[in-house]
């Protein structure tokens, strides 16, 4: 039997291996930056921007209300939004890290930087996903009526489009 959250859990599983990505994109990130290495930066990037980003802004605008409400507490999940923001700080920052290096050699303080918000992404993202599926996802399939969950998804992918 599946459960009402599927929806949510298969879209992790789908981001998985970009999450994945992030890490092996500081893997390969070293003084020679090479045009694979660049171009695992590169798209990480894009990942974040195009895929992760609107993601978690369709989760705060229609997933965390409703567990909020199955909560009954308004801020029970503003660590979560918490997360949110420092995936789009840090994003924003490998954006300009991004632009300030090019295929070639590169200093080792760019290279630290890289790694260090690679790694950072990757390990956010990751716990992140996890609080999601252990903690909210059980609590919305004991909580939640299959047509509220309906209304969830399709609010969440009204906000995803908008993002």
């Known amino acids: 039997m599946t459960s009402i959250t599927q929806p949510l859990r298969d879209e992790h599983k789908e981001l998985y291996p970009h999450i994945e990505s992030l890490r092996t994109a500081g893997d390969v990130v070293s003084e ?7 171009a695992s930066v590169d798209e990480a990037y894009n ?19 409703v567990v909020q ?12 939004s918490r997360d949110h923001v420092e995936v789009g700080r840090l994003t924003e920052e490998l954006g300009s890290l991004r632009i300030q290096t090019a295929p070639g050699t590169i200093n080792p ?3 630290r930087s890289l790694r260090r918000v690679l790694y950072g992404l ?3 993202v990751k716990v992140h996903f996890a609080k999601e599926e252990e903690i909210y996802l059980p609590l919305l399939d004991a909580n939640l009526s299959v047509d509220e969950a309906k ?3 399709e609010a969440m992918e009204a906000a ?3 993002a």
């Not at 989760?59 to 965390?64: G, N, V």
């Not at 409400?69 to 979560?80: E, H, L, N, R």
């Open 151 to 153: 209304a969830m998804f």
């Open 160 to 162: 995803a489009h908008e």
């Open 32 to 38: 020679e930056l090479t045009p694979t290495a660049y």
């Open 109 to 111: 303080d760019q290279v």
């Open 69 to 80: 409400k199955v909560m009954g507490a308004v801020k029970a999940t503003a660590t979560m």
């Open 47 to 65: 990942f974040l921007t195009h895929h992760l980003i609107p993601h978690a802004l369709a989760e705060d605008k229609a997933l965390y209300p």
């Open 122 to 124: 990757f390990t956010l």
